[in-house]
T-cell receptor, first 112, second 113 residues
Framework: EDQVTQSPEALRLQEGESSSLNCSYT??????LFWYRQDPGKGPEFLFT???AGEEKEKERLKATLTKKESFLHITAPKPEDSATYLC?????????????FGKGTTLSVSS | DGGITQSPKYLFRKEGQNVTLSCEQN?????MYWYRQDPGQGLRLIYY???????QKGDIAEGYSVSREKKESFPLTVTSAQKNPTAFYLC????????????FGSGTRLTVV
């Protein structure tokens, strides 16, 4: 069964304290791995797509990396405005259509 | 500006009622999706549609129905058969390949009263 597991469930950081969020996946064949940011009461906002092991993408203080079994979202020198829930999702080769399988998310809180 | 519009933002349903959640997109995307989000559960797929007049069940389709009569619109009906409908409902769309991810609407929060 295709599955996505995110850890930790919640993470509290001080402003400027760098850390990483983990997304482990089990799929029969990975077509793509996606990272989203979701603010409370709003829809998720697209951040990155990764397709193959070794690929990396960056956006401001965020950097996403991909291996054959997991992805990391590295947050460098976070600011309070980075506080949100970060969602990881995968698209599997054996899955009909384009539907994504989502993890449960990591809720990040950054205090000043 | 292009995007996805969900309405209403808040919806209250009485026991035994059917309610319909609206989702409209002007991105010219082929595929549209409905997800349900519960605290601690993540996003779970209800239905999706890749072309007009065609749709497929997701993991939790029981108690829900959809239609796709127009490319721009993908309404979701929560029927009285759905025993625990209180949740945050998210609509999304993507191009055929979804390589650039989904674009999500702002969500509808449904509460049973």
């Amino acid at each position: 069964e295709d599955q996505v597991t995110q850890s930790p469930e919640a993470l509290r950081l001080q402003e400027g304290e760098s850390s990483s969020l983990n997304c482990s996946y089990t799929v029969s064949g990975l077509r793509g791995l996606f990272w989203y940011r979701q603010d409370p009461g709003k829809g998720p906002e697209f951040l990155f797509t990764l397709y193959s092991a070794g690929e990396e993408k960056e956006k401001e203080r965020l950097k996403a990396t991909l291996t054959k079994k997991e992805s990391f979202l590295h947050i460098t020198a976070p600011k309070p405005e980075d506080s949100a829930t970060y969602l990881c999702a995968v698209q599997a080769r054996n899955q009909a259509g384009t539907a994504l399988i989502f993890g449960k998310g990591t809720t990040l809180s950054v205090s000043s | 500006d292009g995007g996805i519009t969900q309405s209403p933002k808040y919806l209250f349903r009485k026991e035994g009622q059917n309610v319909t959640l609206s989702c409209e997109q002007n991105l010219n995307h082929d595929a549209m999706y409905w997800y349900r989000q519960d605290p601690g559960q993540g996003l779970r797929l209800i239905y999706y549609s890749q072309i007009v007049n065609d749709f497929q069940k997701g993991d939790i389709a029981e108690g829900y129905s959809v239609s796709r009569e127009k490319k721009e619109s993908f309404p979701l009906t929560v029927t009285s058969a759905q025993k625990n409908p209180t949740a945050f409902y998210l609509c999304a769309s993507s191009p055929w390949t979804a390589n650039y991810g989904y674009t999500f609407g702002s969500g509808t929060r449904l509460t049973v009263v």
